[in-house]
């Protein structure tokens, strides 16, 4: 098999650019579409991966939680997915959006919270007050 003459492949590539340029130009409006598509879903899974690191860098407190079946099933689809690196990773994401979500419901344990505490030690000073003033008695 000879090699081709050097003139013979100069004219191949523009021919071959030509036929690129063709298939370019007869895309559709649904092949445009499913570009865009593609390149919006990228750019998405880029957005939440971001998002998501962002909420797990001051991660610093260790638990050991059991969850159902079920629900373990899903964070290893998170992570399955590629948007978690661990099934602590996407726990710890969904349980972070899950206080952010309730987040007037927080408030209000919080609140009643700090006046069960206020109250709490309201009653341990009535108690030492009242221990110290009386007298114990003898037998």
Do not use: Y
Not at 22 to 35: N, S, V
């Amino acid at each position: 098999m000879a090699d081709k003459d050097p003139k013979e492949k100069k004219q191949e590539a523009p021919a071959q650019a030509d036929k690129v340029e063709e298939k370019k130009k007869k895309t559709t409006p649904l092949d445009d579409f499913g570009d865009h598509m593609e390149r919006f879903a990228v750019k998405t899974a880029e957005s939440i991966r971001k998002v998501i690191d962002k909420a797990l860098t001051s991660r610093n407190t260790v638990l050991t939680i059991r969850v159902n079946d079920d629900a373990n099933k899903m964070l290893n689809v998170l992570v399955e997915a590629g948007l978690f690196r661990s099934r602590s990773e996407s726990a710890a994401f969904l349980i972070q959006e899950g206080i952010k979500n309730q987040k007037d419901l927080f408030s209000k344990v919080q609140n009643k919270f700090e006046k069960i505490e206020k109250l709490r030690a309201e009653l341990q000073t009535l108690v030492t007050d009242e221990i110290q003033i009386k007298p114990t008695k003898e037998k």
